[in-house]
């Protein structure tokens, strides 16, 4: 027999985790294969028992979960896409108005988990990648009269945009995220997919001659977040030490009562 937690830990299974874009540690193989429990199970493996299956048949079913696993880490829905879409607004706005520094700072705070309101590097490359897919399917963009200034792009991108902006042109950028992970570190696909973000509605501004912000606005709207994040609790006051506490007033002694006379 063999158990999800040695499985885990194996090497080949390690190495098709990372073919297939998903950033793995050992130690966290357990709770990973938990998450894939689900969706193995769908396809009739039951990771606890994974001694009798085909090591074939594993493969194509761990495939098929490892995709639907990275789907859901960059589709972001409710209010984790409504803060998604709003910090790619923000991008998008600090690079229009030559604010390079507030645009790294946004960017500097994505990481690779949601926190305290900011979205998760994946729901950010997710929502930007497929904006771009939709984007570039018809219209100016796909026949290249509003063409796409990467002049500008930051260093630290500039080898991946152009990558982005042909799989968006063939409508699989979205879709090719994972091998962009294996090829680069996830900062630089997140940084990548926001400044063409950037690029792309800039470029629709100028063949319109409209303003950024309406083009921006009609392409990727703002969004209401329904829940704000939950504020941490205040600390409750610390008891005042027992030295400093007045102390209890006592009761009167209570009097002896006269006698009744006869």
Same mark, same amino acid.
């Given at each position: ?178 091998? *962009?992970?294996?090829?680069? $570190?996830?900062?630089? =696909?997140?940084? !990548?997919? #926001?400044?063409?973000? @950037? +690029?792309?509605? /800039? ?12 083009? *921006?606005?009609?392409?990727? $709207?703002?969004?209401? =977040?329904?829940? !704000?994040? #939950?504020?941490?609790? @205040? +600390?409750?006051? /610390? ?24």
């Amino acid at each position: 027999m063999t158990d999800s937690t040695s499985r885990s830990h194996d090497p080949d299974f390690q190495d098709m985790l990372a073919q297939s874009g998903v950033q793995h540690m050992p130690e966290q193989g357990d709770e990973l294969m938990q998450q894939l429990a689900p969706l193995l199970s769908a396809d009739g493996i039951d990771v606890d028992n994974l001694g009798d299956v085909d090591q074939s048949q594993l493969e194509t079913a761990m495939a098929r979960a490892i995709e639907r696993h990275n789907l859901e880490l960059m589709t972001p829905v409710s209010d984790e896409r409504a803060r998604t879409i709003n910090t790619l607004r923000d991008i998008s706005q600090a690079l229009d108005a030559q604010q390079h520094d507030k645009a790294v700072e946004i960017l500097g705070n994505i990481g690779p988990e949601a926190a305290e309101g900011i979205p998760s590097a994946g729901h950010v490359t997710g929502v930007a990648m497929e904006s771009l897919d939709a984007w570039y399917a018809n219209g100016a963009l796909q026949a290249g009269s509003a063409r796409v200034s990467q002049r500008e792009a930051p260093r630290s991108v500039r080898s991946i945009t152009p990558d982005v902006e042909a799989l968006a042109r063939k409508g699989r950028a979205y879709r090719s995220i994972g091998s *962009l992970l294996r090829r680069n $570190p996830e900062s630089a =696909v997140v940084g !990548a997919s #926001a400044y063409m973000v @950037a +690029a792309a509605v /800039a470029a629709m501004a100028e063949h319109r001659q409209a303003s950024f912000d309406d083009v *921006l606005n009609e392409l990727l $709207p703002a969004q209401k =977040v329904a829940d !704000a994040p #939950a504020a941490k609790p @205040a +600390a409750e006051p /610390a008891e005042e030490p027992a030295a400093k506490k007045a102390p209890a007033k006592e009761a009167p002694a209570e009097q002896p009562k006269a006698a009744a006379k006869a």
